[in-house]
């Protein structure tokens, strides 16, 4: 039963990932749709009250696919330097009409920011509308309470990259995972599992639940304490062998191992 709930929180939380990502989408389409019949200072009118409204919205960029030129450009903070043409086109074949880079980027406050892009044309151009959110904004869901003390709740690229991370850890975030159990054993058995992260990462053993958007390049997972889950069991002085109990899912894989 445990199990079930932990799959299903991992659900939920797909879910929210997803509907935040969709609120962006839809100002996306919206500006590519108005982007050739209005001005610059049009659009900058038509959708400032967006980033005043959204916090997890950092900026909005409309770029040439072709030759990078910043076409229009609605921002709460300055681009990053290192902001490129190169890490919001998606790669050939790509099956997602919005686009999400596995590169990170930084704001001057330190917040994380991803990229998602979508394309449209204008007569004969390829262009893109671009924005940059606070990832971290999207770990905050509403069943989080029900994972309990210690949880732990991350999103993934599904080229392998830590995208955002509760609790974060700086050594983590950015770093790819590709080589690790979690995209190299258990994705490839099912887009939705179990497995057992022994307290390596940051000394708490969990038990973490996977879930791959379909409709998105991301992986999400959500992980509850071993000791909390069981701790009616670890309590019992009859049920102490509890602690060594098979617990569902593959043992021991980690998903930030590798």
Known sequence: QSSN??????????????QMLRVSDVLLLDISQYFAR??????????SDWLRRTPELAAL????????????????????????????VAPVGSDFPLWIADRLY????????????RPFRQEKRQLLVVSLLRVDRLLDFPQEA????????SIFHQSGVLLARKPQGDQLIGRSFAAGPLFNKLLPKSPEGLS???????GISRIVAHHKLADLPLVV???????????????????????????????DSDPFAG
Not at 38 to 43: D, F, T, V, Y
Not at 61 to 88: K, M, Q, R
Not at 146 to 153: H, M, R, T, W, Y
């Open 106 to 117: 930084r704001d001057r406050a330190g917040d994380n920011l991803i990229v998602i892009s």
């Open 196 to 202: 057992r992260a022994p307290p390596k990462t940051d």
């Open 146 to 153: 029900n994972l309990g003390p210690d949880a732990s709740v």
């Open 221 to 251: 997972t959500v992980g509850t304490s071993i000791d909390w889950l069981f701790a009616d069991f670890f309590a019992d002085p009859d049920c102490y062998q509890c602690r060594y109990c098979s617990v569902g899912g593959d043992a």
């Open 61 to 88: 960029v409309v770029v040439d696919a072709h030759s990078g030129e910043v076409l229009f450009s609605l921002n709460n903070i300055p681009l990053p330097e290192s902001f490129t043409l190169s890490a919001i």
């Open 38 to 47: 209005h001005s610059s200072a049009e659009l900058q009118s038509l959708f």
């Open 5 to 18: 709930n932990l799959q299903t929180l991992a659900t939920g939380f797909a879910a929210h990932v997803r």
